[in-house]
């Protein structure tokens, strides 16, 4: 499990901003130690444990880059055209112990090793074929369209450094130089909880003004394209020792405990107290618009008998509205995740686009509003906010592109102004 103390965060403010977040983060959350070599072919999305090195030259040989002929630049006339005899054929894969004597050229195709003495190679379509000759006009440059054993990455070389997310295209590297399974972080081990006598399962029977719950579904997506592994422990009445009690055996068996609903300073939100009773709310409020109730601490896990008496797990409180949830998960919860995962932060950097609406926001918090974005009549891309601004308007994300960042010491945003967009694409990568 996740090894945390009740100071890891030590916020004693009551307002934090977004890049004191991150920073209380980075530098006192770590990373689950537990790691595990897995195939090369399941490794999609997984934490590189150690760096990687590459075990040999890529590509591992001098070869060429397209169909034509091969041949030794200083055979070539600097003032005309040269006309060299056909001394053989290399295809991709075959013999590497083919010479060029002087005053020829070999027939090469793409992929295929240049044979000894090549340095350059003509495209097919430059060049004129008679019988066994080939005539090759003046002006190509020494060592066109050869590639260089090692121009792409050298041996011994870090490839992959810790820390890294397999994607598809690192996942291309690795097999390109012969790697099969890679050593990766563990997977982490997520719970997740809805709080609130209001909100029913839905397919259940919704009676009176109750709620079918979507925000367990919402996170349990976000998570698992994350990576972590999920337990859904379903929805929570609004009982303080209940909560405490679940909250604690959740702990025993799980990195990170989220909940939505109940943190903020209402009657029946009992989630930061049944925290306080079990571990420590480290911070509750954070400085953005919407989720400013979101809470993060420590709680203490539940007796085991195989686990260690200090082992406990991360606890994020998210508020009780859809949207707000989705802006702190992307915001808050997604830079923790990373951290216990072992992935290097992700800094996201928001394009800037122009506005085409006005808005206004208080200083001092930053502000994500929901916008499309479309092609001005100059065909500059201009973003478009939702006309609904609630944060339980689940249609709002779903009709829309992504967000707009407005910084904290932004007040006053006019038609034309530039703002920084975020795509979901980018929120999530």
Not at 175 to 185: F, H, K, Y
């Amino acid at each position: 499990m996740a090894q945390l103390t009740d100071d890891c965060f030590a916020f004693s403010g009551t307002l934090l901003t977004l890049p004191e977040m991150e920073r209380l983060i980075a530098t006192r959350v770590a990373p689950v130690s537990e790691t595990e070599r897995v195939a090369l072919r399941d490794a999609r999305g997984r934490v590189i444990a150690d760096d990687i090195k590459a075990p040999l030259d890529l590509p591992p040989f001098d070869n060429s880059a397209v169909d034509g002929y091969a041949v030794r630049h200083a055979d070539l006339d600097p003032g005309g055209d040269t006309t060299l005899t056909i001394g053989g054929r290399l295809t991709a894969g075959a013999r590497t112990d083919l010479a060029l004597a002087p005053q020829q050229a070999i027939r090469i195709f793409t992929g295929a090793a240049m044979p000894a003495g090549a340095d350059t190679v003509y495209m097919q379509e430059d060049v004129v074929v008679a019988s066994d000759k080939v005539t090759v006009p003046k002006g190509l440059a020494l060592g066109a369209n050869r590639r260089l054993a090692g121009e792409d990455v050298s041996a011994g070389h870090v490839v992959l450094s810790a820390g890294t997310v397999l994607e598809a295209r690192h996942i291309a590297l690795a097999a390109a130089l012969g790697i099969t399974d890679v050593e990766v972080r563990r997977r982490l081990k997520v719970a997740i909880f809805s709080t609130g006598d209001e909100v029913v399962e839905p397919g259940t029977q919704r009676v009176g003004a109750a709620i079918f719950d979507s925000n367990r579904y919402l996170l349990s997506a976000l998570l698992e394209q994350l990576g972590a592994v999920v337990t859904d422990l379903g929805i929570l009445a609004d009982d303080p020792f209940e909560l405490a009690r679940a909250l604690a055996k959740a702990a025993a068996w799980h990195d990170l405990v989220i909940t939505s609903g109940g943190v903020s300073m209402g009657e029946a939100d009992h989630v930061r107290g049944a925290v306080e009773k079990i571990g420590k709310l480290v911070f509750w409020r954070v400085a953005i618009k919407p989720g400013r109730p979101v809470a993060m601490g420590v709680i203490r896990a539940a007796p085991r008998k195989d686990y260690a008496a200090h082992a406990g797990a991360a606890f994020c409180g998210l508020p009780g509205n859809p949207v707000a949830v989705f802006v702190t998960f992307v915001r808050v919860v997604k830079p923790l995740l990373l951290r216990l995962s072992g992935a290097r932060p992700q800094e996201l950097m928001a394009l800037p686009v122009r506005a085409a609406f006005a808005y206004e926001k208080k200083k001092g918090r930053r502000e994500y509003v929901r916008a499309s974005l479309r092609r001005g009549s100059d065909g500059e891309v201009e973003a478009v906010k939702h006309p609904q601004d609630g944060t339980g308007i689940l249609t709002s994300l779903t009709e829309t592109d992504g967000l707009l960042e407005f910084p904290e010491d932004v007040t006053t945003i006019q038609p034309g102004d530039r703002a920084g967009f975020l795509s979901f694409a980018a929120l999530m990568g």
